[in-house]
């Protein structure tokens, strides 16, 4: 029991954030547009794809097809990540003083929390409401002491763990077993704030997790582990709420890798192997690509992308990147999984964003049929990652489970001008639909990033602000990746990537095309990363444009050249995709309902 030394000032503080818990300024729902910001701590990657920023080449060979690269590409040096270099940790020495001192047995009288431990549940008791609120108040006031942001209301992330893909993780029983997911919602939510907040602080605890997972348990020791995960998110909520332990403020309940795995639908890690094993044998796993943090893998008729996070071991030139980060990455994905949600009451909906079928954390060494994998794609083409045989068996990873997209626009090659306006269609009118739904700004779209397969539709629909849209797509459907530089609003909270925090990625040559993109996106940002400007999505279209004309050849008539030259030029007319997708250019390239149903709809 704490000492009532200080009490006054534990006094003025608890009335502090009973004052603004009452004037209700958490629970108000708020306009969005400069809600809570989660800055993703580190600077971007600055080394993938085939940009001229870092002379880096995106390669990525679809599987069914017979791709012979004319000659290996040779290792380049990748420039280093400017990392860390944010603002100051948050002064938390007044809260820490309150929760020293603070009158735990008191305060436990006072609040409305549960006087017993017991195992959470699915279903709320009226007690866990009444903790949770308390603990998300206190979170979100130190949110506020500390960034002066005002924060929405709950639910986001409830909303994506309802997903068809998250339910169908759960329904397949990923993790270890559908039952291990025992935490509200409304829990998991409120976590997630602490989990930025106590990483941006600094605070963060990872020992207790590193315990949790330094060795593979037997399948009884992880149902004990799902048993006791619920206890320690329930004690983690309890302690942070009425103790004055400082690691209480850190514990599990905050660890955004916790986080991870929850929204992850798991209560610990898996193995790689078990993962591929839901999708194909090991033998028929085939690498597909790679980029600086992701080695992407063919598993049956998904894509894996394993990323390795939160090990101290640099991974081809870089820092791993941390579990918030990928917390984020991971909520971005399934934010715009959303958009393919179909039913009478969409408002916005469409299927080019790249589909996460399910997510996982993984832990331990590749297996030999994925260093099989991964050395068969280097003897052919030529790995500029290092070998995963240096992963040790300590090793954590998220796997991207997603649909294979095909082959990435840098390889694939485009037969005619028709494929090309559908290849510019498709992605004008998705990025319409990401920003009309959630402000969406890709701010990566290179060529890297747009993937290519041909399919047996001729339409394909896509839902704008309530309108039903089909476009043509001459047998050709895109699919667009990597989303870690994107900006997104949830209608809770933004997330964004600091771009000013990485200037390398401004100093690509002069008069490449996608140098020249990033350096655009900054003028027209000024640097406010947070904030929305959708123009950013337009500079990726005059980019694809550019490319189209510059790069790819296909079958193209003078008068097609033109019209592609003047699409670029009136671009720069358009402050937004859904401003540019009534440009001309795309007018033949709609088709009716009527015509649509004729032909063969992709939806
Ligand atoms: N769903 C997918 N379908 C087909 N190929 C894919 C898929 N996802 C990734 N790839 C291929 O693997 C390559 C690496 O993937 P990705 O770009 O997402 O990795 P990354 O580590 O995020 O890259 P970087 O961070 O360097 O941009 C891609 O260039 C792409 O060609």
Known sequence: MGSRAGGNAVD?????????????????????????????????????????????????????????????????????????KSEQPPNYDMEKAYFQDVDSFELLEESPSPKKSGTWTMGIQNDKIALSHLSSALEKWLITKKLNFSCGPSGSLSKILETPALRE???????????????????????????????????????????RISSRKSS??????????CQDIEAGVRNLCLTSQHSSLDGLYLDPLVALLTVCGMSAPSTLLEVFSDYCGPESIVKLGEGTYGEAFKAGKAVCKIVPFDGDLRVNGEVQKRSEELLEEVILSLTLNRLREHGDDVYNACTTFIETIALRVCQGTYDAALIRAWEEWDWKHGSENDHPNQFSDQQCYVVFVQEHGGQDLESFVL????EACSLLVQVTTALAVAEAAYQFEHRDLHWGNILLSRKDSTTLEYI???E????????????????????????EDILFLDLSLDPAIFEGPKGDKQSDTYRKMREVTEECWEGSFPKTNVLWLQYLVDMLLLKKSFDQTSKDERDLRSLKKRLNTYDSANEASSDPFFKDLFVSHA???RGKVLN
């Open 12 to 84: 003025d503080l608890w009335s502090a954030i009973i004052a603004e818990e009452e004037e209700g300024r958490y629970d108000q729902p708020q306009e969005p547009k400069i809600a809570v910001v989660y800055r993703r701590k580190t600077a971007p990657k600055v080394t993938h794809k085939s940009n001229a920023r870092t002379g880096r080449a995106s390669i990525a060979v679809a599987s069914c097809v017979d791709y012979r690269p004319q000659q290996i590409k040779p290792k380049r040096k990748k420039p280093a990540i400017p990392r860390g």
């Open 169 to 211: 993780a759960y329904r397949r029983g990923y993790g270890f077993g559908s039952s291990s997911l025992k935490i509200p919602p409304l829990q998991i939510h409120s976590g997630l704030h602490s989990v930025q907040n106590r990483f941006d602080s600094g605070v963060v605890d990872r020992d207790v997790f590193a315990r």
């Open 220 to 229: 009884q020791e992880i149902q004990d582990m799902d048993e006791e995960g």
């Open 415 to 418: 037969r005619n001008f028709d």
């Open 464 to 466: 704008l602000k309530g």
């Open 468 to 491: 039903k849209i089909y476009v043509k797509t001459f047998g050709l459907v895109i699919s667009i990746i990597d989303f870690t530089l994107s900006r997104i609003n949830t209608g």
């Open 595 to 597: 015509t649509a149903v």
